[in-house]
């Protein structure tokens, strides 16, 4: 929670994206960073925009050309579960990758 490091768990997904976009060249991709509802409104579109940066800076550093990625953070304005439960929290704090 409130936090835009990258998991360990995270990169082997992440490097898979990479190989991806490098076998697609033509593909680009949105970031888009999701926390729960625990915090301020200002507080969490802060945070999203964060998670969402650290995935970009991530797959540039791989490689993936910043003209390729963009990012933006939606805070907890788009949960996918309940945010009166830890679960559905834990869930809700996420970024999710959107060919364009």
């Known amino acids: 929670?409130?936090?835009?490091?990258?998991?360990?768990?995270?990169?082997?997904?992440?490097?898979?994206?990479?190989?991806?976009?490098?076998?697609?060249?033509?593909?680009?991709?949105?970031?888009?960073?999701?926390?729960?509802?625990?915090?301020?409104?200002?507080?969490?579109?802060?945070?999203s925009e964060q998670r969402a940066r650290s995935v970009q800076d991530y797959l540039a550093g791989k490689g993936v050309a910043a003209s390729r990625l963009s990012a933006a953070g939606f805070g907890s304005s788009r949960p996918v579960a309940d945010n009166a439960t830890e679960l559905g929290r834990a869930q809700n704090r996420r970024v999710e990758l959107v060919r364009k």
């Open 1 to 47: 929670t409130d936090s835009a490091k990258l998991k360990a768990e995270s990169l082997p997904t992440l490097d898979e994206v990479v190989r991806l976009l490098a076998s697609e060249p033509s593909w680009s991709l949105g970031i888009e960073g999701h926390t729960d509802s625990t915090s301020t409104v200002a507080h969490n579109q802060t945070l």
